[in-house]
């Protein structure tokens, strides 16, 4: 009976233990924000004019807007800038699922890596969608912002999506084309915004050759549409790739530097 009973409170202890370990793993696995992590993130916040552009690299932060009075956490490529000197400036739009800094450093940055530009990859809030009047309305009032606040040169703006993003960037060519000088939608389709997009824009756009997702047949007659439009775009297709090879199109975006620079910009 003794040994019976030992044996109990042994086997207990053990239970209580292994619960206890379990959940001390768990706790530390858990990265989903706690109210006060969010609340020191907002406090965190700096407006547009605080974030220091004075130094080269790349950062990350939360920036308040002030028409939505929201802060977006953001990622950002800084050029070296001489004095009175203006620059290009790029809004990049991560795909579905992703994030600001990823998708700058993974594609924006080694794709445009001579543009000389700032580069600024937002993360959309809450896991929205770039299409959300919402969200367009935050973009162009981060666009307006910059180009109050830095050294921006504002014939020089242009919007880069993947995806998701790519789909935002069809988006603002329709919503807010008057901020833009060129857009590059990445793996996306234009399909809802054929009657809308801007013809004052350039768009060039680079779409995967196996897309199954969004095919490139799809995406050919849409491009023909813009076109009886005449609206100023052009597709190019990304050989032997699919919707989720997003590293291969680091080359396909590295060529469209040539296109801002001696195109699109050739008489600024």
Not at 98 to 118: D, Q, T, Y
Not at 240 to 259: A, V
Request: hydrophobic letters at 45%.
């Amino acid at each position: 009976m003794i040994f019976k009973t030992l044996n109990s409170a042994i086997i207990k202890t053990l239970v209580i233990f292994s619960f206890s370990i379990l959940l001390i793993s768990g706790c530390k696995g858990d990265v989903t924000p706690h109210a006060s992590e969010v609340e020191s993130e907002i406090i965190k916040s700096v407006l547009i004019s605080e974030i220091d552009i004075a130094k080269s690299g790349t950062f990350t932060g939360h920036v308040m807007l002030e028409k939505y009075n929201f802060p977006i956490k953001y990622a950002i490529s800084l050029p070296e800038i001489a004095q009175e000197e203006s620059v290009p400036l790029v809004i990049a739009l991560h795909f579905s699922g992703g994030e600001g800094l990823s998708f700058l450093e993974r594609l924006v940055i080694p794709g445009l890596s001579e543009l000389n530009a700032i580069i600024i990859a937002p993360t959309a809030p809450d896991a929205s969608d770039w299409t959300l009047t919402r969200t367009t309305d935050m973009i162009a009032e981060l666009v307006e912002l910059a180009i109050v606040n830095w050294p921006v040169n504002p014939n020089k703006v242009v919007v880069v999506g993947y995806s998701m993003g790519g789909f935002g960037a069809w988006d603002l060519m329709s919503s807010h084309p008057e901020l833009f000088s060129a857009a590059i939608p990445i793996a996306s389709s234009p399909r809802d915004w054929i009657d809308t997009i801007s013809t004052e824009v350039p768009i060039y756009a680079i779409h995967p050759e196996l897309d199954e997702s969004i095919t490139l047949d799809r995406v050919k007659d849409e491009i023909q549409q813009l076109k009886d439009r005449e609206v100023n775009v052009q597709l190019v297709v990304a050989n032997g790739t699919d919707h989720y090879d997003f590293d291969l199109m680091i080359s396909y975006l590295y060529e469209t530097m040539d296109w801002l620079k001696y195109t699109v910009w050739a008489d600024l």
